[in-house]
């Protein structure tokens, strides 16, 4: 059974950094084409997705924010982790870690349950 | 930028037939996926690649995409699908690979 779970602080304080792990269970990080993302949801707002690691280590990161934004994936720990800097109250939201695959075109088919994450002083 | 849009919510009475389309620029060159979002839960696929129903989805679920939309349908809409709808496309190039979500009410 493949499941993801996401943990981390739901509290952070403007500019500081919000840090997610997700850990996942019944899959690995290593499976050729597959490969784990980052999205958030602002209360009552759409999903955006946030970065993308692949099995082969290869990163991808929404081009808005890029130079706050990191992914990396600990393969031994069978964790990935994001990481935002400098993070501001338009921040707030619920993180979802989810598990990816496709070829040519990326879908996400399993989620964690997401935990909201507050900025505020 | 590419642009996903869908309408913000449409109704539909039980029983009928609820389309939910997601608009942008030669989407039919693309694949799209769509996903189910009851309030407070996560996200759940239903359509991945234009119109493949991953197991344990009903078939009263279909897609199709051409042109410059893609369409979601539900067939025999019950009750329980009352639910938010996102489409999906994939490339690490743009900002939004989600669209702006769909509210079904089922009235």
């Known amino acids: 059974q493949i499941t993801l779970k996401e943990s981390g602080p739901t509290l952070v304080k403007p500019t500081q950094t919000l840090t997610r792990t997700c850990n996942l269970s019944g899959l690995s990080l290593n499976n050729r084409g597959e490969g784990v993302a980052w999205i958030r949801q602002p209360p009552g707002k759409a999903l955006e997705w946030l970065a993308l690691?692949?099995?082969?280590?290869?990163?991808y990161y929404r081009p808005s924010l890029k130079n706050r934004v990191t992914i990396t994936k600990d393969t031994s720990k069978n964790q990935v982790v994001l990481k935002l800097t400098d993070v501001d109250p338009v921040d707030t939201a619920t993180y979802f870690c989810?598990?990816?695959?496709?070829?040519?075109?990326?879908?996400?088919?399993?989620w964690g349950p997401g935990i909201l994450v507050a900025v505020s002083t | 930028s590419y642009v996903l849009t869908q309408p913000r919510s449409v109704s539909v009475a039980p029983g009928k037939t609820a389309t939910i389309s997601c608009g942008g620029d030669t989407i039919g060159t693309k694949s799209v996926h769509w996903y189910q979002q009851k309030s407070g839960q996560a996200p759940i696929l239903i359509i991945s690649y234009n119109g493949d129903r991953p197991s344990g989805v009903p078939e009263r679920f279909s897609g199709s995409n051409s042109g410059n939309t893609a369409t979601l349908t539900i067939d025999r809409v019950e009750a329980g699908d009352g639910a938010d709808y996102y489409c999906q496309v994939w490339d690490s190039t743009y900002d939004q690979i989600f669209g702006g979500g769909t509210k079904l009410t089922v009235v």
């Open positions: 989810a598990h990816g695959e496709g070829a040519g075109s990326w879908f996400f088919d399993y």
């Open positions: 690691v692949y099995w082969d280590d290869d990163k």
